[in-house]
Nanobody, 126 residues
């Protein structure tokens, strides 16, 4: 089992910045991919950015150049630095992790479950 706790959401004016954080805890050994998704009212949840354990990143087109994803693997924490925020970025942001490994006795196992945080609201408005 993996628990995810997000922080850093809030209200910001257009052009402002916010930094989200998500800490993963539980009985696991490594996490392959950590990421952020968002869901605005009346829309489907969409990918914002992901980062692998080797540092490879992927971004949704509209956030490229404005958002930066990073991770502290030692602390199992993923961050999302959001700059030049626009009203269209308003959404609930969800942390996501997948590719979990854990030990069962002395055997390293892979957990195929995808885990989600409860979400943190980001509102961009003047």
């Amino acid at each position: 089992q993996v628990q995810l706790v997000e922080s850093g959401g809030g209200l910001v004016q257009p052009g402002g910045s916010l930094k989200l954080a998500c800490a993963a805890s539980g009985n696991f050994f490594t996490v392959h991919t950590m990421g952020w998704y968002r869901q605005a009212p009346g829309t489907q949840r969409e990918l914002v950015a992901t980062i692998t354990s080797s540092g490879n990143t992927d971004y949704e087109e509209s956030v490229k150049g404005r958002f930066t994803i990073s991770r502290d693997s030692a602390k199992n924490t993923v961050f999302l630095q959001m700059n030049s925020l626009e009203p269209e970025d308003t959404a609930v942001y969800y942390c996501n992790v997948r590719g979990i490994t854990y030990y069962s006795g002395s055997i390293l196992m892979t957990d195929g479950t995808e885990y989600w945080g409860k979400g943190t609201l980001v509102t961009v408005s003047s």
